[in-house]
Protein backbone atom coordinates (compact mmCIF):
# COMPACT_ATOMS: atom_id res chain seq x y z
CA UNK A 1 0.00 0.00 0.00
CA UNK A 2 1.58 3.63 -0.84
CA UNK A 3 2.00 6.02 1.49
CA UNK A 4 -0.86 7.89 0.29
CA UNK A 5 -3.64 5.44 0.63
CA UNK A 6 -2.08 4.75 4.15
CA UNK A 7 -3.04 8.27 4.55
CA UNK A 8 -6.15 8.47 3.23
CA UNK A 9 -7.65 5.40 4.65
CA UNK A 10 -6.09 6.61 8.23
CA UNK A 11 -7.96 9.74 7.59
CA UNK A 12 -11.42 8.42 6.31
CA UNK A 13 -11.14 5.75 9.33
CA UNK A 14 -11.18 8.71 11.96
CA UNK A 15 -14.46 10.75 9.81
CA UNK A 16 -15.92 7.60 10.23
CA UNK A 17 -15.58 6.73 13.65
CA UNK A 18 -16.65 10.39 14.59
CA UNK A 19 -19.84 10.66 12.39
CA UNK A 20 -20.75 7.07 13.85
CA UNK A 21 -20.94 8.47 17.49
CA UNK A 22 -22.70 11.78 15.66
CA UNK A 23 -25.00 9.44 14.10
CA UNK A 24 -25.74 7.39 17.68
CA UNK A 25 -26.60 10.50 19.48
CA UNK A 26 -28.51 11.80 17.13
CA UNK A 27 -30.68 8.36 16.83
CA UNK A 28 -31.06 8.16 20.19
CA UNK A 29 -32.36 11.70 20.87
CA UNK A 30 -34.48 11.33 17.67
CA UNK A 31 -36.42 7.92 19.46
CA UNK A 32 -36.84 10.02 22.80
CA UNK A 33 -37.99 13.07 21.45
CA UNK A 34 -40.35 11.81 19.20
CA UNK A 35 -41.66 8.72 22.06
CA UNK A 36 -41.77 11.69 24.50
CA UNK A 37 -42.86 14.83 22.97
CA UNK A 38 -46.71 14.14 22.92
CA UNK A 39 -46.49 13.75 27.17
CA UNK A 40 -44.56 17.16 27.11
CA UNK A 41 -46.17 20.19 28.16
CA UNK A 42 -46.38 22.94 31.07
CA UNK A 43 -48.66 20.77 32.48
CA UNK A 44 -46.48 17.73 33.01
CA UNK A 45 -43.89 19.74 34.91
CA UNK A 46 -46.38 21.24 36.97
CA UNK A 47 -48.42 18.30 38.24
CA UNK A 48 -47.39 15.31 40.86
CA UNK A 49 -47.09 11.84 39.80
CA UNK A 50 -49.96 9.57 39.54
CA UNK A 51 -51.31 6.17 38.60
CA UNK A 52 -53.18 7.52 35.46
CA UNK A 53 -51.10 8.42 33.22
CA UNK A 54 -52.95 11.53 31.73
CA UNK A 55 -52.73 13.18 35.07
CA UNK A 56 -49.42 12.54 35.71
CA UNK A 57 -46.47 14.87 35.87
CA UNK A 58 -42.53 15.66 36.60
CA UNK A 59 -43.24 18.37 39.25
CA UNK A 60 -41.61 16.62 42.71
CA UNK A 61 -38.84 14.82 40.93
CA UNK A 62 -37.94 18.62 39.20
CA UNK A 63 -37.84 20.27 42.53
CA UNK A 64 -36.42 17.22 44.17
CA UNK A 65 -33.39 17.28 41.75
CA UNK A 66 -32.99 20.94 42.32
CA UNK A 67 -33.12 20.95 46.15
CA UNK A 68 -30.99 18.10 46.10
CA UNK A 69 -28.32 19.52 43.17
CA UNK A 70 -27.61 22.92 45.71
CA UNK A 71 -27.09 21.07 48.77
CA UNK A 72 -24.84 18.91 47.05
CA UNK A 73 -23.43 21.90 45.59
CA UNK A 74 -23.18 23.39 48.92
CA UNK A 75 -21.12 20.43 50.13
CA UNK A 76 -19.01 19.32 47.65
CA UNK A 77 -17.47 22.70 46.49
CA UNK A 78 -15.77 24.36 49.24
CA UNK A 79 -13.94 20.90 50.13
CA UNK A 80 -13.41 20.56 46.62
CA UNK A 81 -11.72 23.37 46.05
CA UNK A 82 -10.30 24.12 49.39
CA UNK A 83 -8.77 20.49 48.64
CA UNK A 84 -7.60 21.87 45.43
CA UNK A 85 -5.80 24.77 46.63
CA UNK A 86 -3.53 23.21 49.33
CA UNK A 87 -2.53 20.27 46.94
CA UNK A 88 -1.10 22.54 44.60
CA UNK A 89 -0.21 25.17 46.20
CA UNK A 90 0.75 24.17 50.07
CA UNK A 91 1.13 20.69 50.00
CA UNK A 92 4.57 19.63 50.03
CA UNK A 93 6.16 17.39 47.05
CA UNK A 94 6.55 14.05 48.60
CA UNK A 95 5.69 10.42 48.37
CA UNK A 96 2.71 10.84 50.67
CA UNK A 97 0.83 13.46 48.66
CA UNK A 98 1.59 11.55 45.47
CA UNK A 99 -0.17 9.02 47.01
CA UNK A 100 -3.14 11.13 47.84
CA UNK A 101 -3.36 12.20 44.82
CA UNK A 102 -3.40 8.76 43.09
CA UNK A 103 -6.30 8.29 45.25
CA UNK A 104 -8.54 10.96 44.82
CA UNK A 105 -8.02 9.95 41.26
CA UNK A 106 -8.87 6.29 42.08
CA UNK A 107 -12.13 7.45 43.81
CA UNK A 108 -13.07 9.51 41.38
CA UNK A 109 -13.14 6.15 38.95
CA UNK A 110 -15.56 4.52 41.27
CA UNK A 111 -18.32 2.86 40.50
CA UNK A 112 -21.42 5.31 42.05
CA UNK A 113 -23.43 2.29 43.40
CA UNK A 114 -20.51 1.77 45.78
CA UNK A 115 -20.70 6.04 47.13
CA UNK A 116 -24.66 4.41 47.40
CA UNK A 117 -23.75 1.85 49.81
CA UNK A 118 -21.06 4.19 51.94
CA UNK A 119 -23.71 6.69 51.80
CA UNK A 120 -26.59 4.43 53.26
CA UNK A 121 -24.54 3.03 56.21
CA UNK A 122 -23.13 6.31 57.29
CA UNK A 123 -25.82 9.24 56.57
CA UNK A 124 -28.80 6.98 56.38
CA UNK A 125 -28.10 4.51 59.09
CA UNK A 126 -25.05 5.87 61.60
CA UNK A 127 -25.94 9.74 61.54
CA UNK A 128 -29.73 8.35 61.45
CA UNK A 129 -30.55 11.08 58.31
CA UNK A 130 -33.38 8.70 57.17
CA UNK A 131 -34.30 8.99 53.38
CA UNK A 132 -33.85 12.54 53.45
CA UNK A 133 -32.42 15.24 50.94
CA UNK A 134 -29.85 15.53 53.02
CA UNK A 135 -28.47 11.77 53.02
CA UNK A 136 -28.80 11.87 49.26
CA UNK A 137 -26.92 14.88 48.95
CA UNK A 138 -24.26 14.56 51.23
CA UNK A 139 -23.78 11.17 49.25
CA UNK A 140 -23.96 12.89 46.03
CA UNK A 141 -21.46 15.23 47.36
CA UNK A 142 -19.14 12.13 48.12
CA UNK A 143 -19.17 11.11 44.66
CA UNK A 144 -18.12 14.29 43.04
CA UNK A 145 -15.82 16.04 45.51
CA UNK A 146 -12.84 14.00 43.97
CA UNK A 147 -13.87 14.80 40.46
CA UNK A 148 -14.12 18.62 41.60
CA UNK A 149 -10.30 17.94 43.17
CA UNK A 150 -9.37 16.76 40.00
CA UNK A 151 -10.84 19.67 37.91
CA UNK A 152 -9.61 22.31 40.01
CA UNK A 153 -6.22 20.70 40.77
CA UNK A 154 -5.88 21.29 36.68
CA UNK A 155 -7.35 24.66 37.13
CA UNK A 156 -4.82 26.00 39.52
CA UNK A 157 -2.27 24.67 37.25
CA UNK A 158 -2.39 26.09 34.36
CA UNK A 159 -1.95 28.95 36.12
CA UNK A 160 1.43 30.56 35.41
CA UNK A 161 4.09 30.37 37.68
CA UNK A 162 5.34 34.00 36.26
CA UNK A 163 1.68 35.10 37.86
CA UNK A 164 2.87 33.79 41.07
CA UNK A 165 6.32 34.84 40.87
CA UNK A 166 4.90 38.46 39.89
CA UNK A 167 2.26 38.52 42.87
CA UNK A 168 5.51 37.71 45.17
CA UNK A 169 7.74 40.04 44.30
CA UNK A 170 5.66 42.66 44.97
CA UNK A 171 5.42 41.93 48.53
CA UNK A 172 2.29 39.94 48.95
CA UNK A 173 1.95 37.15 51.20
CA UNK A 174 1.35 33.26 50.20
CA UNK A 175 -2.44 33.68 50.96
CA UNK A 176 -3.06 36.87 49.24
CA UNK A 177 -1.13 35.83 46.25
CA UNK A 178 -3.44 32.28 46.17
CA UNK A 179 -6.46 34.43 47.13
CA UNK A 180 -6.13 37.81 44.82
CA UNK A 181 -3.98 36.45 41.73
CA UNK A 182 -3.64 32.33 41.52
CA UNK A 183 -7.90 31.70 42.24
CA UNK A 184 -9.23 34.57 40.04
CA UNK A 185 -7.18 33.03 37.43
CA UNK A 186 -8.08 29.75 37.92
CA UNK A 187 -11.97 30.65 38.47
CA UNK A 188 -13.32 29.72 35.10
CA UNK A 189 -11.26 26.60 34.95
CA UNK A 190 -12.91 25.73 38.72
CA UNK A 191 -16.03 26.91 37.65
CA UNK A 192 -16.59 24.61 34.62
CA UNK A 193 -14.92 21.63 36.51
CA UNK A 194 -17.69 22.11 39.59
CA UNK A 195 -21.04 22.51 37.10
CA UNK A 196 -19.84 19.01 35.18
CA UNK A 197 -19.26 17.63 38.07
CA UNK A 198 -23.09 18.68 39.04
CA UNK A 199 -24.49 17.75 35.85
CA UNK A 200 -22.86 14.20 36.62
CA UNK A 201 -24.47 14.24 39.72
CA UNK A 202 -27.80 15.63 38.19
CA UNK A 203 -27.63 11.96 35.82
CA UNK A 204 -26.98 9.81 38.89
CA UNK A 205 -29.60 7.11 39.60
CA UNK A 206 -28.18 4.29 41.78
CA UNK A 207 -26.97 5.95 45.19
CA UNK A 208 -29.82 7.64 45.33
CA UNK A 209 -32.22 4.62 44.69
CA UNK A 210 -29.94 2.93 47.56
CA UNK A 211 -29.84 5.64 50.49
CA UNK A 212 -33.66 6.63 49.48
CA UNK A 213 -34.94 8.56 46.57
CA UNK A 214 -38.65 7.79 46.94
CA UNK A 215 -40.65 6.27 43.28
CA UNK A 216 -43.19 8.01 44.03
CA UNK A 217 -44.01 11.65 45.21
CA UNK A 218 -46.94 13.36 45.79
CA UNK A 219 -45.26 16.65 47.21
CA UNK A 220 -42.72 19.24 46.55
CA UNK A 221 -40.08 19.21 49.41
CA UNK A 222 -40.12 21.85 52.14
CA UNK A 223 -36.63 21.52 54.27
CA UNK A 224 -33.58 19.20 53.93
CA UNK A 225 -34.76 16.44 56.18
CA UNK A 226 -38.10 15.74 53.46
CA UNK A 227 -38.38 12.35 51.76
CA UNK A 228 -37.97 13.13 48.00
CA UNK A 229 -36.98 11.79 44.46
CA UNK A 230 -35.30 12.99 41.64
CA UNK A 231 -35.47 13.17 37.54
CA UNK A 232 -33.37 10.13 36.73
CA UNK A 233 -34.85 7.89 39.76
CA UNK A 234 -39.21 9.31 38.34
CA UNK A 235 -37.79 7.79 34.76
CA UNK A 236 -36.44 4.71 35.83
CA UNK A 237 -39.89 4.29 37.82
CA UNK A 238 -41.82 4.92 34.69
CA UNK A 239 -39.72 2.74 32.25
CA UNK A 240 -39.91 -0.17 34.82
CA UNK A 241 -43.65 -0.32 34.26
CA UNK A 242 -45.97 -2.32 31.92
CA UNK A 243 -47.73 -0.03 30.70
CA UNK A 244 -46.71 1.59 27.35
CA UNK A 245 -48.08 5.24 28.44
CA UNK A 246 -45.79 5.01 30.95
CA UNK A 247 -42.86 3.85 28.40
CA UNK A 248 -44.12 8.09 26.94
CA UNK A 249 -43.80 9.39 30.39
CA UNK A 250 -39.95 8.02 30.78
CA UNK A 251 -39.08 9.95 27.46
CA UNK A 252 -40.83 13.14 28.38
CA UNK A 253 -38.82 12.32 31.88
CA UNK A 254 -35.88 11.98 29.71
CA UNK A 255 -36.38 15.12 27.57
CA UNK A 256 -36.44 16.98 30.87
CA UNK A 257 -33.43 15.68 32.60
CA UNK A 258 -31.65 16.57 28.70
CA UNK A 259 -32.76 19.89 28.86
CA UNK A 260 -31.36 20.27 32.72
CA UNK A 261 -27.88 18.63 31.93
CA UNK A 262 -27.41 20.48 28.40
CA UNK A 263 -28.27 23.64 29.67
CA UNK A 264 -25.76 23.43 32.82
CA UNK A 265 -22.90 22.24 29.99
CA UNK A 266 -23.83 25.41 28.17
CA UNK A 267 -23.43 27.19 30.96
CA UNK A 268 -19.97 26.14 31.45
CA UNK A 269 -19.10 26.86 27.98
CA UNK A 270 -20.41 30.30 28.30
CA UNK A 271 -18.28 30.74 31.37
CA UNK A 272 -15.12 29.45 29.37
CA UNK A 273 -15.69 31.49 26.50
CA UNK A 274 -16.19 34.35 28.47
CA UNK A 275 -13.35 34.58 30.95
CA UNK A 276 -11.22 33.80 27.59
CA UNK A 277 -12.12 36.62 26.03
CA UNK A 278 -11.60 38.85 28.80
CA UNK A 279 -7.78 37.38 29.24
CA UNK A 280 -6.91 38.04 25.80
CA UNK A 281 -8.97 41.27 25.03
CA UNK B 1 32.60 56.54 41.41
CA UNK B 2 32.14 53.14 43.86
CA UNK B 3 33.90 54.77 47.08
CA UNK B 4 30.41 54.90 49.10
CA UNK B 5 28.77 51.72 51.10
CA UNK B 6 27.37 49.14 48.82
CA UNK B 7 23.28 48.82 49.41
CA UNK B 8 23.68 45.15 48.59
CA UNK B 9 26.72 43.12 49.34
CA UNK B 10 26.84 39.35 48.96
CA UNK B 11 29.77 37.22 50.93
CA UNK B 12 31.09 33.86 49.70
CA UNK B 13 27.65 33.27 48.40
CA UNK B 14 27.32 29.60 46.82
CA UNK B 15 24.28 28.10 45.84
CA UNK B 16 23.07 24.70 45.32
CA UNK B 17 20.80 23.08 43.43
CA UNK B 18 20.06 19.83 45.06
CA UNK B 19 23.46 17.77 44.44
CA UNK B 20 24.75 20.57 41.84
CA UNK B 21 26.83 23.48 43.02
CA UNK B 22 25.59 26.36 40.38
CA UNK B 23 27.31 29.66 42.41
CA UNK B 24 30.63 29.33 44.23
CA UNK B 25 31.73 31.71 46.66
CA UNK B 26 30.32 35.11 45.06
CA UNK B 27 31.52 38.24 47.07
CA UNK B 28 29.67 40.97 44.91
CA UNK B 29 28.77 44.29 46.08
CA UNK B 30 26.16 46.55 44.78
CA UNK B 31 26.20 50.49 44.83
CA UNK B 32 23.35 52.83 45.14
CA UNK B 33 22.13 54.95 42.41
CA UNK B 34 24.05 52.79 40.36
CA UNK B 35 22.69 50.53 37.03
CA UNK B 36 25.19 47.09 38.22
CA UNK B 37 24.83 44.85 34.66
CA UNK B 38 25.26 41.09 35.82
CA UNK B 39 27.31 39.60 32.09
CA UNK B 40 27.80 35.97 31.73
CA UNK B 41 27.10 33.09 29.65
CA UNK B 42 23.79 30.63 29.95
CA UNK B 43 23.59 28.58 32.90
CA UNK B 44 26.42 31.00 34.68
CA UNK B 45 24.61 31.31 37.82
CA UNK B 46 23.88 35.30 36.96
CA UNK B 47 19.94 34.91 37.23
CA UNK B 48 20.21 32.47 40.48
CA UNK B 49 22.32 35.34 42.27
CA UNK B 50 19.99 37.98 41.47
CA UNK B 51 17.10 35.83 42.61
CA UNK B 52 18.85 35.45 45.64
CA UNK B 53 19.28 39.11 46.58
CA UNK B 54 14.67 39.41 47.23
CA UNK B 55 14.49 36.24 48.22
CA UNK B 56 12.80 34.85 44.89
CA UNK B 57 14.50 31.11 45.06
CA UNK B 58 12.84 30.72 48.79
CA UNK B 59 10.32 28.62 46.42
CA UNK B 60 12.54 26.41 44.73
CA UNK B 61 12.70 23.41 47.13
CA UNK B 62 15.87 22.06 45.95
CA UNK B 63 17.73 25.17 46.40
CA UNK B 64 20.16 25.79 49.07
CA UNK B 65 23.22 28.25 49.79
CA UNK B 66 26.40 29.14 52.16
CA UNK B 67 27.25 32.97 52.52
CA UNK B 68 25.92 35.82 53.61
CA UNK B 69 23.85 38.42 51.63
CA UNK B 70 23.38 41.69 53.30
CA UNK B 71 21.42 44.64 52.61
CA UNK B 72 22.05 47.99 54.03
CA UNK B 73 24.70 46.01 55.86
CA UNK B 74 21.54 43.40 57.41
CA UNK B 75 21.95 39.70 56.88
CA UNK B 76 18.37 39.07 54.34
CA UNK B 77 18.55 35.28 55.56
CA UNK B 78 18.21 36.11 59.31
CA UNK B 79 15.50 34.15 60.52
CA UNK B 80 13.71 37.12 62.12
CA UNK B 81 13.62 38.95 59.03
CA UNK B 82 10.73 38.82 57.42
CA UNK B 83 10.95 37.90 53.30
CA UNK B 84 8.04 39.95 52.87
CA UNK B 85 9.31 43.07 53.97
CA UNK B 86 12.75 42.39 51.89
CA UNK B 87 10.57 42.16 48.61
CA UNK B 88 8.96 45.83 49.48
CA UNK B 89 11.69 47.26 49.10
CA UNK B 90 14.12 45.08 46.50
CA UNK B 91 11.42 44.87 43.48
CA UNK B 92 11.98 42.53 40.75
CA UNK B 93 11.11 42.69 37.18
CA UNK B 94 11.34 39.50 35.09
CA UNK B 95 12.32 37.95 32.10
CA UNK B 96 8.80 37.64 30.19
CA UNK B 97 6.71 40.53 31.17
CA UNK B 98 4.03 39.34 33.72
CA UNK B 99 1.44 42.09 34.58
CA UNK B 100 -1.64 40.90 36.20
CA UNK B 101 -4.76 39.81 34.60
CA UNK B 102 -6.28 43.06 35.54
CA UNK B 103 -6.43 46.66 34.03
CA UNK B 104 -3.69 48.87 33.92
CA UNK B 105 -4.71 50.69 36.64
CA UNK B 106 -5.19 47.82 39.31
CA UNK B 107 -1.79 46.57 38.58
CA UNK B 108 -0.38 50.24 39.51
CA UNK B 109 -2.10 49.81 42.67
CA UNK B 110 -2.23 46.25 43.68
CA UNK B 111 1.31 45.83 45.66
CA UNK B 112 0.59 49.25 47.22
CA UNK B 113 -2.94 47.64 48.53
CA UNK B 114 -1.90 44.02 49.49
CA UNK B 115 0.97 45.66 51.74
CA UNK B 116 -1.44 48.11 53.31
CA UNK B 117 0.69 50.98 52.40
CA UNK B 118 -1.00 54.57 52.69
CA UNK B 119 -1.07 55.87 49.16
CA UNK B 120 -3.71 57.98 46.74
CA UNK B 121 -4.51 55.79 43.69
CA UNK B 122 -5.02 58.68 41.08
CA UNK B 123 -1.64 60.34 41.80
CA UNK B 124 0.09 57.37 42.22
CA UNK B 125 -1.03 55.36 39.06
CA UNK B 126 -0.17 58.85 37.40
CA UNK B 127 3.30 59.16 38.72
CA UNK B 128 4.46 55.74 38.42
CA UNK B 129 3.11 55.56 34.59
CA UNK B 130 5.40 58.44 34.25
CA UNK B 131 8.43 57.45 35.91
CA UNK B 132 8.17 54.40 33.67
CA UNK B 133 7.69 56.32 30.11
CA UNK B 134 4.38 54.56 29.85
CA UNK B 135 1.66 57.14 30.60
CA UNK B 136 1.19 59.40 27.87
CA UNK B 137 0.35 55.30 25.34
CA UNK B 138 -1.99 54.44 28.12
CA UNK B 139 -3.33 57.74 29.71
CA UNK B 140 -6.63 57.07 27.86
CA UNK B 141 -7.19 53.11 28.62
CA UNK B 142 -6.43 53.31 32.23
CA UNK B 143 -9.05 50.53 32.71
CA UNK B 144 -8.72 48.77 29.88
CA UNK B 145 -6.61 45.82 29.97
CA UNK B 146 -3.39 45.10 30.81
CA UNK B 147 -2.71 42.20 28.66
CA UNK B 148 -4.11 43.95 25.25
CA UNK B 149 -0.91 46.01 25.99
CA UNK B 150 1.93 44.98 23.20
CA UNK B 151 5.33 43.02 25.29
CA UNK B 152 7.27 46.16 25.39
CA UNK B 153 4.49 48.04 26.87
CA UNK B 154 3.77 45.13 29.28
CA UNK B 155 6.80 45.53 30.40
CA UNK B 156 7.29 49.40 30.94
CA UNK B 157 4.32 48.24 32.94
CA UNK B 158 5.90 46.03 35.16
CA UNK B 159 8.62 48.02 35.81
CA UNK B 160 6.21 51.18 37.03
CA UNK B 161 4.35 48.39 38.94
CA UNK B 162 7.46 48.10 40.69
CA UNK B 163 8.48 51.73 41.07
CA UNK B 164 4.68 51.93 42.45
CA UNK B 165 6.02 50.23 45.76
CA UNK B 166 9.02 53.10 46.05
CA UNK B 167 11.56 50.75 46.15
CA UNK B 168 15.25 50.84 47.32
CA UNK B 169 16.14 48.47 44.64
CA UNK B 170 15.04 47.10 41.40
CA UNK B 171 16.40 43.63 40.39
CA UNK B 172 15.79 42.87 36.47
CA UNK B 173 16.22 39.92 35.27
CA UNK B 174 17.17 39.86 31.74
CA UNK B 175 13.92 42.33 30.84
CA UNK B 176 14.25 42.47 27.44
CA UNK B 177 14.95 38.96 26.16
CA UNK B 178 11.32 38.55 24.88
CA UNK B 179 11.03 42.07 23.41
CA UNK B 180 12.22 43.50 20.00
CA UNK B 181 14.97 46.16 19.36
CA UNK B 182 12.18 49.17 19.22
CA UNK B 183 11.10 48.16 22.98
CA UNK B 184 14.17 47.25 24.10
CA UNK B 185 15.54 50.34 23.41
CA UNK B 186 12.98 52.14 24.98
CA UNK B 187 13.63 50.34 28.63
CA UNK B 188 16.62 50.83 28.12
CA UNK B 189 16.38 54.40 27.81
CA UNK B 190 13.77 54.10 31.04
CA UNK B 191 17.03 52.51 33.02
CA UNK B 192 19.16 55.06 32.58
CA UNK B 193 16.33 57.92 34.00
CA UNK B 194 15.82 55.73 37.06
CA UNK B 195 19.44 55.36 38.25
CA UNK B 196 18.64 58.68 39.76
CA UNK B 197 15.75 57.47 42.20
CA UNK B 198 16.74 53.76 42.01
CA UNK B 199 19.51 51.30 42.94
CA UNK B 200 19.32 48.97 39.34
CA UNK B 201 20.91 45.65 38.73
CA UNK B 202 20.17 43.79 35.59
CA UNK B 203 21.24 40.32 34.40
CA UNK B 204 21.47 40.32 30.59
CA UNK B 205 22.89 37.82 27.98
CA UNK B 206 23.51 41.19 25.67
CA UNK B 207 27.07 42.52 25.96
CA UNK B 208 26.19 45.62 24.11
CA UNK B 209 23.21 46.31 26.89
CA UNK B 210 25.11 46.47 29.71
CA UNK B 211 28.10 48.36 27.96
CA UNK B 212 25.03 51.25 27.13
CA UNK B 213 23.70 51.36 30.07
CA UNK B 214 25.31 50.19 33.04
CA UNK B 215 27.89 52.18 35.32
CA UNK B 216 29.35 48.32 36.89
CA UNK B 217 29.67 45.18 35.45
CA UNK B 218 30.10 42.04 36.78
CA UNK B 219 31.14 38.88 34.73
CA UNK B 220 30.73 35.56 35.99
CA UNK B 221 31.32 32.02 34.35
CA UNK B 222 30.30 28.68 35.35
CA UNK B 223 28.89 29.90 38.74
CA UNK B 224 31.82 31.92 39.34
CA UNK B 225 32.17 35.92 39.45
CA UNK B 226 35.46 36.37 37.29
CA UNK B 227 35.81 39.94 36.99
CA UNK B 228 33.94 43.25 38.69
CA UNK B 229 34.50 46.71 37.18
CA UNK B 230 33.16 49.86 35.82
CA UNK B 231 31.80 49.11 32.61
CA UNK B 232 33.61 51.21 30.27
CA UNK B 233 37.06 50.03 31.94
CA UNK B 234 35.55 45.83 31.59
CA UNK B 235 34.97 46.37 27.91
CA UNK B 236 37.66 47.71 26.71
CA UNK B 237 40.43 46.59 28.84
CA UNK B 238 39.60 43.24 31.07
CA UNK B 239 42.04 42.11 32.98
CA UNK B 240 41.05 38.40 32.58
CA UNK B 241 41.28 36.19 30.37
CA UNK B 242 38.12 34.78 30.39
CA UNK B 243 36.24 37.95 30.58
CA UNK B 244 38.07 39.31 27.21
CA UNK B 245 37.23 36.05 25.62
CA UNK B 246 33.45 36.46 26.24
CA UNK B 247 33.34 40.02 25.36
CA UNK B 248 35.44 39.26 22.10
CA UNK B 249 32.59 36.62 21.35
CA UNK B 250 34.97 33.75 21.45
CA UNK B 251 32.55 31.87 23.35
CA UNK B 252 29.26 32.24 24.86
Sequence with gaps: MTRQRKQKLFHGLCFFMTTLTVVILAVLLTHVVMEGIEWISFEFLDRFPSRKPHKAGIKSALFGTLWVISLTAFFAVPIGVATAVYLQEYAPKNRIMEWVRINIANLAGMPSIIYGLLGLAIFVRFFGFERSILSGSLTLALLIVPIIIIASEGALKSVPNSLREAAYAMGARKWQVVIFQVLPSALPGIMTGIILAISRSVGETAPLIITGALGYVAFTPESISDPYTVLPVQIYNWAARPQVEFHGLAAAGIVVLLTVLLSMNLLAVIIRNKSQKTRTS | ?252
Design chain 2, 1 to 252: MTSNQPIIETQNLSIWYGEKKAVNSVSMKLFKNRVSAIIGPSGCGKSTVLRMLNRMNDFIEVLRHEGKILINGQDIYNKKLDPVDLRRKVGMVFQRPNPFPKSIYKNIIWGPKVNGLKYEPDFLVEDSLKKAALWDEVKDRLHSSALALSGGQQQRLCIARTIAMNPEVILMDEPCSALDPRATSKIEELITTLRDEYTIAIVTHNMQQASRISDVTHFFYEGELIETGLTESLFTKPTEKRTEDYITGRFG
